[in-house]
């Protein structure tokens, strides 16, 4: 009996760990989203770098932007949703969840490329910026509303200089 009830819950931390994991969406993934510049108009895009029990949204009159969301079996509200953005130049991937190991693996990846991390100023929440040559990528925590903690990658076009934290364009993030 006691082996029994091992097994059950050793089952159901695995299953609740799966489904952690599937909202979960990888660096390499996020930027692969960002680089295709379909990504604004096709879902297959996106579609392709996400698990199977991602969910599209298109765009409403009062949700402009189309999205995919997570939503766990028994869950009445999406646990992450992401969308991609039009951003001059580029575009940006917005990763919300309320899942804080998602965003530790990104910042995982993002330290294992050995990128330096910098504050930025967030009234109410806790922010840093990750910066290569080719992205930057804003981890977002403590954030009020229903998505705690977000990740946005911006991938940075050939033969433009990435912005510095102080100009409009990253204040607007």
Not at 54 to 66: D, L, N, Q, R, Y
Not at 146 to 155: A, G, K, L, N, S
């Amino acid at each position: 009996m006691r082996i029994f009830i091992l097994l059950a819950l050793l089952g159901s931390q695995l299953a609740f760990a799966s489904a952690a994991r599937a909202q979960c969406v990888t660096l390499g993934d996020l930027l692969a989203i960002g680089a295709d510049p379909t990504s604004l108009v096709s879902g297959k895009t996106v579609t392709d770098h996400v698990s199977a029990e991602w969910t599209f949204i298109a765009g409403t009159a009062s949700a402009k932007e189309a999205s995919w969301s997570f939503t766990p079996a028994g869950a009445t509200a999406p646990t992450a949703r992401l969308l991609v953005r039009p951003q001059r130049p580029g575009q940006d991937v917005v990763l919300k969840t309320t899942q804080a190991n998602c965003v530790r693996d990104v910042r995982s990846e993002l330290k294992s490329r050995k990128l330096t991390s910098q504050p930025v100023t967030c009234p109410g929440c806790e922010a840093v910026r990750y910066q290569s040559p080719e992205f930057d990528v804003t981890l977002y925590s403590q954030m009020k509303g229903e998505f705690p903690f977000v990740v946005v990658v911006h991938q940075v076009p050939p033969a433009m200089p990435p912005a510095a934290s102080g100009t409009p364009a990253a204040k607007n993030r």
